[in-house]
Antibody, heavy 117, light 111 residues
Framework: QVQLQESGPGLVKPSETLSLTCAVS?????????WGWIRQPPGKGLEWIGS???????YYNPSLKSRVTISVDTSKNQFSLKLSSVTAADTAVYYC??????????WGQGTLVTVSS | QSALTQPPSASGSPGQSVTISCTGT?????????VSWYQQHPGKAPKLMIY???KRPSGVPDRFSGSKSGNTASLTVSGLQAEDEADYYC???????????FGTGTKVTVL
């Protein structure tokens, strides 16, 4: 079955760029589906960040669009998130997930990213 | 696009039923049959419980059911069990400009 695993720095300085990668196993990204990023600030709810189709088409949350870039690397079977100009408000657990339709399943285990100097 | 509105908490005794509401607008919940529900235990990733309003993924007990009326979707957990104690989030498609909107979340407590 499809499995996803996030990786990246756990600490990012304010104003810098947050970069995360999601490695996919059990399914070839190039075969289809949408691949997305969702975050959850400590003690708060879920927020969709954006998604990418295997062809490279991207869809971003309007509130984050100016700072977000999602890309896919089919050769490594992984996709990535870049969030620029981060502030403390971007501190959250970041999840990657896949969507066959208008839902997410499965999800990665999540990775905590803290924005602090 | 605002988050969908859920009650902060809900509770029930073992064996009872609990229903969680998820209220949106005609631009999201009311406009599409693309409501999904997720269960999240502390420190764990969310797990899909319901998709497309009322469909259950393989492996999800039939104690979990979903429905929708107008701009409000609902998740009902029947025959509550201790392991159902978790946070629950709804989500809806909200158009091509903002495909995924999540609810505010509901903490379900099994008394």
């Amino acid at each position: 079955q499809v499995q996803l695993q996030e990786s990246g720095p756990g600490l990012v300085k304010p104003s810098e760029t947050l970069s995360l990668t999601c490695a996919v196993s059990g399914y070839s990204i190039s075969s289809g589906y949408y691949w997305g990023w969702i975050r959850q600030p400590p003690g708060k709810g879920l927020e969709w960040i954006g998604s990418i189709y295997h062809s490279g088409s991207t869809y971003y949350n309007p509130s984050l669009k100016s700072r977000v870039t999602i890309s896919v690397d089919t050769s490594k079977n992984q996709f990535s998130l870049k969030l620029s100009s981060v502030t403390a408000a971007d501190t959250a657990v970041y999840y990657c997930a896949t969507s066959e339709g208008h839902w997410f399943d499965p999800w990665g285990q999540g990775t905590l990213v803290t924005v602090s100097s | 696009q605002s988050a969908l509105t859920q009650p902060p908490s809900a509770s029930g005794s073992p064996g009872q039923s609990v229903t969680i509401s998820c209220t949106g607008t005609s631009s999201d919940v009311g406009g599409y049959n693309y409501v999904s529900w997720y269960q999240q235990h502390p420190g764990k990733a969310p797990k899909l419980m319901i998709y497309e309003v009322s469909k259950r993924p393989s492996g999800v007990p039939d104690r979990f059911s979903g429905s929708k009326s107008g701009n409000t979707a609902s998740l009902t957990v029947s025959g509550l069990q201790a392991e159902d104690e978790a946070d629950y989030y709804c989500s809806s498609y909200a158009g091509s400009n903002n495909p995924f909107v999540f609810g505010t979340g509901t903490k379900v407590t099994v008394l």
